[in-house]
C-alpha cells in the first residue's frame, strides 16, 4: 500500500519553499531601490542647491554599487537553491519511477548496467553483483508470468528418457542474456560449462539437485588399472580434475547463485525434483564466433585416475573428481517457446 509523505518531509519542503520566497522578495526589493536615488539627492537638487551635489552624486553612485553587489548575491543564492532544489527533485523523480518499474524492466536495466562494460572474462565490481543479485532475489514466478500448472512443467519422459526441457527467451545482445529453463520433475540439464562467464540463477519455483565443479589448476592424469575398459573407451579427450563446488538441493524460495569464470561452480548441472524454473542471466552469452562454446562433460570419481597431483596436499583432494568433454547427450531435448510475461522497452 502507498504511504504518504511524512510530516518530517513536509516541513522540510514548506520551509525550503518559505526561503525561496523570501530570497525573491529580497530580490524584488533591490530592484526597486537600484531603480531609486537615495532620497537626500532629490530634496538637495530640488532646493536648487547646487554646493556638494557632487558628493550627493558620487554618494548615488556608490548607492547604485551596493545594491546591485546585492542583488548579484541575492541571484546567486537563488541559482544555487534552484539548482539544488532540482537535483532533489531529480532523485526523488528516479527513486520514483524505480519504485513503478516492472520487475521484468528492472531487471533489464539493472543487467544493462551492470554488464555496460561486459566482455570475455568481464567480471561486474562487488556492488553490482550485489545490485543484481537483490533484484533477482525479488522476483517472482508471476513477474514473468510462470506457473507451476503450465503444460511446460508436466512430466512427459519415461525413467529412462529424461523430459524435454522447456526454454523461454527474454532477452539477448551481445553483452548479457536473460532466459527461463523450465523444467518438469525429473528434467535434466547436463554438466556443462560456462566459459568466460558470469552467471545469476535464480530459482524461481520448485526443487531441484544441483553438482557444480571448478577446475583445479595444472593437474594430469594416468590410468588406473582398475579402470574398467568401458570407462576408457568412452574417454575422447584427456579428463581435467576438478573440485566440486556444490552437491545438493535447492528449493525455493533460495538465494541467487552467481558463478565465475573461475569460481564458484563455472561447470554444473541441474536435476528437477519437482516442476521448477530456472532464470538464467548470462554476462556474456555464449558465442560460437567468439569462442564461447557450450561444453558438456562427463564426471568420474577421483579413484579413477590417478593424477600427479603437484603441490596439491592429499586433504585438497577431497571432493575431486576428473571431467571430460563429451557431445551434447541425446537424451537432453531442449524446446524453445516464446516468453509471454509481462513485456519491458530496451533503452
Known amino acids: 500500500m502507498h504511504e504518504g509523505p511524512s510530516v518530517a518531509n513536509v516541513l522540510k519542503d514548506n520551509l525550503e519553499n518559505w526561503r525561496l520566497g523570501l530570497m525573491k522578495w529580497l530580490a524584488k526589493v533591490t530592484i526597486i531601490r537600484i531603480s531609486a536615488e537615495p532620497p537626500e539627492l532629490y530634496k538637495e537638487l530640488n532646493k536648487g542647491k547646487t554646493q556638494g551635489t557632487h558628493c550627493l552624486v558620487l554618494c548615488s553612485f556608490f548607492w547604485r554599487g551596493f545594491c546591485s553587489v546585492h542583488l548579484g548575491l541575492v541571484y546567486f543564492c537563488m541559482t544555487i ?72 512443467f508436466r512430466a512427459t519422459g519415461s525413467d529412462e528418457v529424461p523430459p ?92 541467487t547463485s552467481v558463478l565465475y569464470p573461475n569460481a564458484g561452480g563455472n561447470m554444473h548441472c541441474f536435476t528437477a525434483l519437482t516442476p521448477c524454473a530456472m532464470l538464467d542471466v548470462l554476462g556474456p552469452p555464449y558465442s560460437d564466433d567468439e569462442g564461447r562454446h557450450c561444453t558438456y562433460y562427463n564426471d568420474f570419481p577421483y579413484a579413477t585416475f590417478s593424477g600427479d597431483t603437484g603441490s596439491l596436499q592429499a586433504e585438497e583432494m577431497e571432493g575431486c573428481g576428473w571431467l571430460k568433454e563429451m557431445e551434447k547427450p541425446e537424451s537432453f531435448v531442449v524446446v524453445g517457446a516464446m516468453y509471454r510475461g509481462p513485456q519491458f522497452v530496451e533503452n
Open 164 to 255: 524435454p526441457v522447456t526454454y523461454l527467451h527474454i532477452y539477448e545482445c551481445d553483452k548479457f542474456s536473460i532466459g527461463i529453463f523450465c523444467l518438469p520433475p525429473s528434467g535434466v540439464i547436463p554438466l556443462h560449462n560456462h566459459p568466460g562467464m558470469t552467471v545469476f540463477s535464480k530459482l524461481l519455483f520448485g526443487s531441484m539437485h544441483i553438482k557444480s565443479y571448478d577446475w583445479v589448476a595444472d593437474v594430469s592424469y594416468s590410468k588406473n588399472q582398475n579402470t574398467h575398459h568401458e570407462d576408457l573407451a568412452a574417454l575422447q579427450h584427456e579428463p581435467r580434475l576438478a573440485k566440486v563446488h556444490a552437491d545438493s538441493d535447492l528449493t525455493a524460495p533460495c538465494k
Open 81 to 152: 537553491e534552484l539548482a539544488r532544489q532540482k537535483r532533489r527533485k531529480g532523485s526523488m523523480n528516479s527513486r520514483s519511477r524505480k519504485l513503478m518499474l516492472s520487475p521484468v524492466q528492472h531487471l533489464y536495466e539493472t543487467c544493462s548496467e551492470v554488464f555496460a562494460d561486459g566482455k570475455a572474462g568481464f567480471v561486474p565490481p562487488p556492488k553490482d553483483i550485489e545490485r543484481l543479485r537483490s533484484v533477482l532475489d525479488n522476483l517472482k514466478p508471476e513477474n514473468v508470468g510462470l506457473s507451476a500448472d503450465m503444460p511446460y
